[in-house]
């Protein structure tokens, strides 16, 4: 059985490299700076930002942030990777249901290619961050590379989403919606401009550190910003949320996927 | 006797009709609610059992709606069937139909690469078979054209090209032949008999019943999702015709 699974996903696997490149190709399609875009646009948002948290929000930025940029550029990067690689995964199969009518392929693929998709664009955005460390004269710790546990397990936690909201997109649109929102909530809550430890308030703080996207972030930022390694239960943490939701995005997209072209 | 190639055991297809296909959680709830859910079914497939034999030329022939394309998606696998099993010994390439596995915004070259994979080629043996894609789809002057720029002729002849290059042990054709003019009709058929004649089994859909007679050697004929008549082509093909003619003279 199992081997039956390795044998269809080497088989596609070309596939998904095509769609993946297939995706780039498109994005940058008649645009004159192309692939740069994957550097500037993070570069100008996260500028904005920084000048908006400067002068009209200084009140909310967090106290006793030393290197203010670096930190709300990670809390950025990492955050809109999860947002907008779940939220292409989401309509990833339905957005193929011409193909997949028509042919048999593994349907994992889809939520797989935007998954790969958003994580090289992730990785050309650290190009931003990489400029931002040295603009403001960041060191750069060698434990910088340990950065790669926080955002590869982050991957897995952000498949096993999408793999869950592509299935239930085929049968509930609203799914899209509710996603868009429940995003903008969770982004509130990930401390990706504050601390949560600013407040005072035990109750938002741990409410705060039951968000898996603030333990990545965090974890990310103690790697890079930090110099620091991962603790034991970091790595944990790091892990146990990516492979429970991966676990259950298996489970949620088996049990559904044969019913699919039916909805589609 | 030979092991069938192809071995479809009493398989039912049901359908939810559209009409009660919920799209939003509020209609879903309201239908639940209602006891609405799964109210209007459809069967496109009932108790359909066939057999087909390595090197078999099989046709497909019915009325629209038969279900003759759904019995084509249950054996290429797009369809897991609500009841029955079908089993298929070796690899199947379906001929899509028109469009579907290419991009439009995607040149001819890059399509190709797509397509190749989607069928489940590996890029080295697409790289092999590259020229002979192109020749036989003569359309090497516009290699470098987004697809979108295309005649619907021109795609149909690209897809046909990069789906038959393999020596798959079943093809699977819908219609596929009824596009591009009459010389690349005659091309295909060709290719068809080449295919066939190196071991691979044809399944072929046509609603053009002097193309079946011509190249199949084993019609079955759908009608309502049922098996009406299964066996040599000028039996079942001459029954055919006598009903739609007694149908067409009322």
Redesign the interface.
């Given at each position: 059985m199992l081997k039956l699974y390795v044998q269809d996903f080497l088989?596609?696997r070309?596939?998904l490299?095509?769609?993946i490149s297939?995706d780039f190709?498109?994005k940058y399609?008649r645009s004159v700076l192309g692939v740069a875009w994957s550097v500037l646009n993070p570069l100008m948002m996260c500028a904005v930002m920084f000048v908006i948290f400067n002068t009209l929000m200084a009140g909310m930025r967090g106290e006793g942030i030393e290197n203010f940029a670096v930190y709300l550029v990670i809390g950025q990067l990492l955050f809109n990777f999860f947002r907008e690689s779940t939220t292409m995964a989401m309509s990833s199969v339905m957005n193929n249901a011409?193909?997949?009518?028509?042919?048999?392929?593994p349907k994992y693929i889809f939520p797989l290619q935007k998954i790969c998709f958003g994580l090289v664009n992730c990785l050309f955005s650290f190009i931003a961050l990489i400029i931002v460390m040295l603009i403001t004269r960041a060191p750069l710790h060698p434990t910088i590379l340990l950065g790669l546990y926080p955002l590869l397990t982050l991957a897995v936690f952000s498949l096993g989403i999408g793999m869950i909201l592509s299935a239930l997109a085929v049968?509930?649109?609203?799914v899209i919606h509710l996603w868009e929102v429940f995003t903008t909530i969770l982004m509130w809550f990930s401390a990706i401009f504050y601390t949560p430890e600013q407040f005072g308030n035990a109750l938002l703080e741990g409410l705060i550190a039951l968000n898996p996207l603030y333990q990545y972030i965090t974890a990310f930022r103690d790697t890079v910003m930090y110099g620091q390694l991962l603790s034991g239960a970091q790595i944990l943490i790091c892990a146990a949320w990516a492979l429970v939701m991966l676990a259950l995005g298996l489970l949620v997209f088996k049990k559904t996927q044969?019913k699919f072209?039916?909805?589609m | 006797m030979q092991q069938p190639i192809i071995e479809v055991n009493n398989v039912s297809m049901r359908?939810?009709l559209a009409k009660e296909?919920?799209?939003?959680?509020?209609e879903?709830f309201l239908q639940l609610v209602k006891g609405k859910l799964r109210f209007d079914e459809f069967f496109a497939l009932k108790d359909v059992s066939l057999q087909v034999q390595p090197g078999d030329f099989y046709g497909l022939i019915g009325l629209n709606g038969s279900g003759k394309s759904t019995l084509l998606?249950v054996i290429?696998?797009?369809?897991?069937p609500s009841s029955g099993t079908c089993k298929v010994r070796g690899t199947?390439a379906?001929l899509?139909?028109l469009?579907?596995?290419f991009?439009m915004?995607?040149t001819a070259r890059?399509n190709i690469?797509?397509n190749g994979?989607?069928?489940?080629?590996?890029?080295k043996y697409i790289d092999a078979h590259f020229e002979e894609i192109v020749e036989f789809s003569e359309l090497r002057d516009f290699l470098d054209v987004p697809l979108k720029n295309y005649s619907s002729g021109m795609v149909a002849r690209l897809a046909f090209a990069v789906a038959t290059i393999t020596k798959p042990d079943v093809l699977i054709a819908d219609e596929i032949l009824a596009v591009g003019d009459f010389l690349f009709q005659e091309k295909c058929e060709q290719r068809m008999q080449k295919l066939m004649s190196g071991g691979t089994t044809v399944i072929l859909v046509s609603h053009s019943i002097e193309q079946i007679e011509r190249m199949c050697n084993k019609v079955a004929w759908l009608e309502h999702g049922r098996i009406k008549m299964n066996g040599p082509t000028q039996e079942v093909c001459e029954a055919y015709k006598q009903t739609t003619r007694e149908d067409g003279s009322h």
């Amino acid at each position: 059985m199992l081997k039956l699974y390795v044998q269809d996903f080497l088989r596609y696997r070309y596939l998904l490299y095509n769609l993946i490149s297939r995706d780039f190709k498109l994005k940058y399609r008649r645009s004159v700076l192309g692939v740069a875009w994957s550097v500037l646009n993070p570069l100008m948002m996260c500028a904005v930002m920084f000048v908006i948290f400067n002068t009209l929000m200084a009140g909310m930025r967090g106290e006793g942030i030393e290197n203010f940029a670096v930190y709300l550029v990670i809390g950025q990067l990492l955050f809109n990777f999860f947002r907008e690689s779940t939220t292409m995964a989401m309509s990833s199969v339905m957005n193929n249901a011409m193909l997949l009518r028509k042919v048999y392929i593994p349907k994992y693929i889809f939520p797989l290619q935007k998954i790969c998709f958003g994580l090289v664009n992730c990785l050309f955005s650290f190009i931003a961050l990489i400029i931002v460390m040295l603009i403001t004269r960041a060191p750069l710790h060698p434990t910088i590379l340990l950065g790669l546990y926080p955002l590869l397990t982050l991957a897995v936690f952000s498949l096993g989403i999408g793999m869950i909201l592509s299935a239930l997109a085929v049968f509930f649109r609203d799914v899209i919606h509710l996603w868009e929102v429940f995003t903008t909530i969770l982004m509130w809550f990930s401390a990706i401009f504050y601390t949560p430890e600013q407040f005072g308030n035990a109750l938002l703080e741990g409410l705060i550190a039951l968000n898996p996207l603030y333990q990545y972030i965090t974890a990310f930022r103690d790697t890079v910003m930090y110099g620091q390694l991962l603790s034991g239960a970091q790595i944990l943490i790091c892990a146990a949320w990516a492979l429970v939701m991966l676990a259950l995005g298996l489970l949620v997209f088996k049990k559904t996927q044969d019913k699919f072209v039916l909805y589609m | 006797m030979q092991q069938p190639i192809i071995e479809v055991n009493n398989v039912s297809m049901r359908f939810n009709l559209a009409k009660e296909k919920s799209e939003s959680l509020k209609e879903y709830f309201l239908q639940l609610v209602k006891g609405k859910l799964r109210f209007d079914e459809f069967f496109a497939l009932k108790d359909v059992s066939l057999q087909v034999q390595p090197g078999d030329f099989y046709g497909l022939i019915g009325l629209n709606g038969s279900g003759k394309s759904t019995l084509l998606k249950v054996i290429s696998g797009v369809y897991k069937p609500s009841s029955g099993t079908c089993k298929v010994r070796g690899t199947v390439a379906p001929l899509i139909e028109l469009g579907a596995g290419f991009d439009m915004d995607l040149t001819a070259r890059e399509n190709i690469y797509l397509n190749g994979t989607v069928l489940g080629f590996s890029p080295k043996y697409i790289d092999a078979h590259f020229e002979e894609i192109v020749e036989f789809s003569e359309l090497r002057d516009f290699l470098d054209v987004p697809l979108k720029n295309y005649s619907s002729g021109m795609v149909a002849r690209l897809a046909f090209a990069v789906a038959t290059i393999t020596k798959p042990d079943v093809l699977i054709a819908d219609e596929i032949l009824a596009v591009g003019d009459f010389l690349f009709q005659e091309k295909c058929e060709q290719r068809m008999q080449k295919l066939m004649s190196g071991g691979t089994t044809v399944i072929l859909v046509s609603h053009s019943i002097e193309q079946i007679e011509r190249m199949c050697n084993k019609v079955a004929w759908l009608e309502h999702g049922r098996i009406k008549m299964n066996g040599p082509t000028q039996e079942v093909c001459e029954a055919y015709k006598q009903t739609t003619r007694e149908d067409g003279s009322h």
